[in-house]
């Protein structure tokens, strides 16, 4: 059994640590995650099936999981109290189900974290935009996913993975990387290297903005890939954001510009041939329109003037990212062969080239929507 698998007897003696109801018969992997392990587990109750999400959080990465899951259950209940009244509320926050002991989390005799959730039924998640109507669906849950923490209670959340946005400090990191090589990769990433540090001048400009007091924190998911948006399947509209690890302060770009870079993309972040990479203005122009629908109200001027370059920066955050992992053995993000990342990290670069083309006429389109749909 590998790391990432589970037996079904792991799976339920786990289910068992939750309040689930009637009787475990089945589990399975689910969902095309880098980071934890996510599996359904089937239960029947009374002749019903019902289906929860478990997932295995990767206490490698999250080295304060007590802190994430008290962030999730915080932003969980507050959302769930948001929406409850409106259409379809049940399926438009996570339900996150505490285990037995009170606690949002189980911890396993191997010292393994497990959360379960309600599975959010007739619904999906793509890894690639269709259309720009998909595109706008999800943006605007995104922006109404912020609009609902806007005035979260309590606290300021924790920063479950410190300076994960830090761009000049993942640039740092790659240089670190870079100049020490431990795996003799960095030859087979020179064309990569340079295009990396050819674009220093980029990497502080948000937290620039944000230092200088014209751009302020907010709570922001951090993690907005396509993917991390269910979509209801008889209507394609948007139902709930999923995949809460990241939520922590932040800037509301970071998950513009998140969703500029998975969604926009005409092919596959891991499609090994650059030159299927682009750009799609049709889908960035689906974006603009849905997020704005949503946060376009409390989006600042210098926010809003910056919508297009965050997509371009966060883009090239994830590359350098990815080209950093590649150089360090990969260690962080999960791989199926030995230059996985760096076919991730050309894909990347690659959009960022598209994106860099086409950035003026992406602001311009900024620039004529206005808030609302």
Not at 116 to 134: G, M, N, P, S, W
Not at 228 to 254: E, F, H, K, Q, S
Request: hydrophobic letters at 40%; a neutral charge; aromatic letters at 8%.
């Amino acid at each position: 059994m590998s790391d990432r698998n589970a037996s079904l007897v792991e799976l339920a003696a786990v289910s068992a640590a939750f309040p689930l109801h009637g009787k475990f018969v089945s589990g399975a992997l689910y969902g095309s995650g880098h980071i934890n392990d996510t599996f359904a587990v089937t239960f029947d109750q009374a002749g019903t099936t019902v289906r929860y999400i478990l997932q295995r959080v990767n206490h490698r990465i999250f080295k304060n999981v007590p802190a994430l899951m008290d962030n999730i259950q915080r932003v969980t209940a507050h959302t769930a109290r948001r929406t409850a009244a409106g259409e379809d509320g049940a399926r438009r926050a996570l339900t996150l189900l505490p285990a037995r002991t009170g606690e949002p989390y189980h911890r396993d005799a191997a010292g393994a974290y497990w959360r379960c959730y309600l599975f959010i039924e007739k619904a999906a998640t793509y890894d690639l935009v269709r259309d720009a109507h998909q595109a706008s669906e999800a943006a605007a849950a995104v922006g109404q996913f912020q609009h609902l923490l806007v005035d979260l209670p309590g606290e300021r959340l924790r920063e479950t993975i410190p300076h994960f946005h830090d761009t000049p400090r993942r640039f740092a990191t790659l240089r670190a990387a870079v100049e020490r090589n431990p795996h003799g990769r960095a030859a087979a990433a020179a064309a990569e290297i340079e295009f990396a540090l050819a674009r220093e001048p980029i990497v502080g400009r948000l937290l620039a903005l944000h230092a200088a007091g014209q751009m302020p924190e907010r709570i922001t998911h951090n993690d907005t890939k396509f993917n991390n948006v269910m979509l209801d399947d008889a209507t394609g509209r948007a139902l709930c954001v999923i995949d809460l690890d990241t939520v922590m302060p932040g800037l509301a770009l970071y998950d513009f510009g998140d969703m500029v870079r998975s969604a926009t993309n005409s092919t596959a972040e891991d499609d090994p041939e650059p030159r299927n990479v682009r750009m799609r203005m049709e889908i960035f122009e689906g974006l603009v329109s849905g997020y704005l629908s949503a946060a376009g109200a409390f989006l600042n001027p210098t926010e809003r003037a910056h919508l297009a370059f965050s997509g371009r920066l966060i883009t090239f955050e994830i590359g350098i990212r990815f080209l950093t992992d590649f150089l360090e053995g990969d260690v962080y993000f999960k791989t199926k062969h030995p230059r996985h990342n760096l076919d991730r990290c050309r894909n990347q670069f690659a959009l960022v080239r598209s994106i860099e083309e086409q950035e003026a006429a992406m602001q311009t389109v900024v620039d004529k929507m206005r808030p609302g749909r």
